[in-house]
């Protein structure tokens, strides 16, 4: 696998640590609101506290980590030729960093000006990168499952604003905008999360694992057809129910819609299945601290379905304002949090171990990568991260625990953070060493 990679081309090691280092304080701060807020900060998904925070985790955590991420991969996994990367990390990520800030700032204080500044703000920082990065997913020769899946995550990624910039200028402009669209906010709201869950979030974790799973992990590779031919069904899927949510009104039979919802998460639980049974048949036995994320990412996705298919079955669960957040917090915490946690517990390493390489000192001795980042500190964090997800569940049905589950999200998200600055001052070490040496 890693004779397929480029390493030539990675970006400047600036360039996807700016992300990286900034994901985690977005995390910070969604504890710190629950904290803050208590128990009537989960009395429903419309709340101005379940938005801040949800939009704490998409667009801040999720979307810094994953931008800095497709920044590293696509010139080194997938051959993309990313344009001046050092310029567009400069641009783009202060951009997309302040339009989180306005858009939560927006929900929590009800002031509707600050929606259309948010959206300008993605339009230009998100615009860009989408630009930029799509452009070398579409000049590259490569053409294996995981640069098709790069492509259609972007994609899915290009629709997510799309829809976002719709939603914030429907919150913008109420009285003027809202009524000539003939569009239900909280329909277009559910096709807005479906396409940033499914279409972006999902799909670029498929692309990445396909590679990153055989080659951290140590499994067999992915079945080459089921790894191409997921992905795009699930793709079909979003569409056929956005065009049912859009376009369909009231007249949309229930059981239709559910059914091809229903589909959809039994595309996103198969992947999840044809990862643990990877996991099962990897060549190193041992259990290794990023495995435990991943294996908690996909039983959480497991879980998802199940809990979907209990809330069909038990009518009086799904009419309760509360059933959309429990599936929320397995879907940010359960699921993305933790296998994002899990990559950059292999990529920032790896990342930092190739950098080093080009020293070629003889004097002063790099470390390796398994000195970036204490295993008992992966495996600590891994431990406070389950233990904010069972919180966050647990205060869904008893918010008197709303405020533990944000302090345990803090503890979580700050550990992640002193890590990855960990990491990071191996490096700032070493170059510092070695420039020492080189001067004497």
Known sequence: MSANLSFEQAPP????????????????????????????????RWSPAVLAVTHLFSVGFMLQAMCGALLQFVPVAAGGNVWRPRLLAALAQPLLALASVVLVAGFLTA?????????????????????????????????????????LSLFGLTVTLLLGLLLVAMLGWQGHFAASIGIALPRLVDVHVAWGLGGWALLLVMAVSYMVVPMFLLTPAYPLQASRRLPQL??????????????????????????????????AAAYALMTLWLQKKRRRRLVDPTFLFWRSAMLSVLAILLSWLLLLAVPELRQQPRSVLWLGALVFQGVFVAVISGMLYKIVPFMIWLHLQKFNS???????????????????????????????????VWPLLTRLAGAALLLSFAWLAWNLLQALWLYVDFCRRHEAVQLQ
């Open 13 to 44: 090691i600036s360039v996807p640590f700016r992300f990286f280092l900034l994901a985690p304080l977005f995390g910070m701060a969604a504890g710190l609101l629950l904290l803050v807020q208590g128990g009537d900060a989960l009395s429903s």
């Open 111 to 151: 002031a509707s000006w600050l929606f259309p500044l948010a959206g300008l703000l993605f339009a230009l920082g998100l615009g860009l990168f989408i630009v930029v990065v799509g452009q070398a997913l579409l000049r590259t020769p490569a053409s294996s499952a995981t640069v098709k899946t790069l492509r």
């Open 234 to 267: 699930l793709l079909l899927v979003l569409l056929a129910w956005s065009v049912l949510q859009l376009a369909g009104g009231m007249s949309i039979p229930a059981g239709l819609s559910a059914a091809i919802v229903l589909l959809g998460l039994a595309c």
């Open 362 to 396: 003889k004097t002063v001795l790099p470390p390796n990568i398994k000195q970036m980042i204490a295993e008992r500190q992966i495996r600590g964090q891994w431990l406070a991260h389950l233990a904010a997800l069972a919180l966050l569940l647990l205060a869904v």
